[in-house]
């Protein structure tokens, strides 16, 4: 299995987890929630952050906005 593959089944598998922890909080967030993506627009990342956020807005019903921030070898956005 190729590392693309891999990094989008953790992805996939983060994102679902995340969703399950996050539903006992239904108040939360109250705000768009802002996915952070470390590469530039248009790359295989970016994609498959938008692909997500879109899902995640449809099933939460909570606005997901993707922000691309390239740069510093993708340490940008790492809080």
């Known amino acids: 299995m190729n590392t693309k593959i891999k990094l989008a089944w953790a992805v996939v598998v983060a994102a679902g987890l995340a969703g399950g922890a996050a539903q006992a909080q239904l ?26 956020g879109k899902q995640l807005t449809e099933y939460r019903g909570q606005q997901v906005l993707v922000d691309t921030r390239p740069g510093a070898d993708g340490a940008i956005g790492m809080e």
């Open 27 to 52: 108040a939360y967030p109250n705000k768009a929630v802002k996915f952070i993506v470390t590469y530039p627009p248009g790359g295989s990342s970016d994609v498959m952050a938008r692909i997500i």
